[in-house]
């Protein structure tokens, strides 16, 4: 089993519309849950951190956590084509001690104008 | 905004080479890292560094890997004896505290012929 799962897409969605990218993971030890967006060559950039279970929203983006399913989600409304991008979910153990992030493949969003 | 600076953002060696990567983090950020992107993959951990000794590595970071920070600013990452397979993005990525956000470089853009 995958530590970090994404569906790899593309999801295409038109502009203004809602686009939910999801994502799970299978350490039960997981605290710090994050979300990247990565243009093609370029750098993952952060976007959204959640720690707990609920829903945290950041202007157009929001993060939704579910520890007892061991699922996060990020909702982008009004979606713009500079959203197309990849859609990295990150997620960091540190109870013994682990400092690393471990990412999921990513899933690909197209918006289309 | 502070952000995290790499160099060089690409680099081409010859097989057997040593090259050192070089990055200078967010000034008052504590914890370093490196990971690296294989073209079309995910993105994956390589170490952590923190007090000026590592903190974890992952199973790639071998004996031919090796970080320091040579003069308290920079973070450099060497690789003694560079294979093929290393070929891949290096990011470097500095966090305040290991319960924060981590904040990615640009990237070194590493190619082994």
Redesign the interface.
Known sequence: QKEVEQNSGPLSVPEGAIASLNCTYSDRGSQ?F?W?RQYSG?????IM?IYSNGDKEDGRFTAQLNKASQYVSLLIRDSQPSDSATY?C?VNR?NT??????????TRLLVSP | EPEVTQTPSHQVTQMGQEVILRCVPISNHLYFYWYRQILGQKVEFLVSFYNNEISEKSEIFDDQFSVERPDGSNFTLKIRSTKLEDSAMYFCATTQGIHNEQYFGPGTRLTVT
């Open positions: 710090s994050f990247y370029k750098s993952p950039e952060l951190s990295l990150a540190l001690g682990f400092q690393k992030l471990v990412f999921g493949t990513g």
